[in-house]
């Protein structure tokens, strides 16, 4: 199994990036998708999940309105486009495959959000 997650990066406050997750090695349209995100000194959070089918999403409060989940059942990737990005925004993002009691972890994706 491999998630690879690309596409952090710095960015002003206000900016956006794009992040990646490449899935290979296992049926990847039976798994919900989700993006966590883990700040220094904090402990790992959901950002965004999106079902297996890609009808469903759910955001977590503080990036509703500003991210967007999707994914490509056809290309076994998922992304996470980022706006009006705020320092808070600044972790380490995760990408996370999950199919009942399974679950596999990318390595993460620094994005940094500074002025």
């Known amino acids: 199994v491999q998630l690879v997650e690309s596409g952090g990066g710095l960015v002003q406050p206000g900016g956006s990036l794009r992040l990646s997750c490449a899935a290979s090695r296992f049926t990847f349209s039976r798994y919900a998708m989700s993006w966590y995100r883990q700040a220094p000194g904090k402990e790992r959070e959901l950002v965004a999940r999106?079902?297996?089918?890609?009808?469903?999403?759910n955001y977590a409060d503080s990036v509703k309105g500003r991210f967007t989940i999707s994914r490509d059942n056809a290309k076994n990737t998922v992304s996470l486009q980022l706006r009006s990005l705020q320092v808070e925004d600044t972790a380490v993002y995760y990408c996370n495959a999950r199919f009942g009691g399974i679950a596999y972890w990318g390595q993460g994706t620094q994005v940094t959000v500074s002025s």
């Open positions: 999106i079902s297996s089918n890609g009808r469903s999403t």
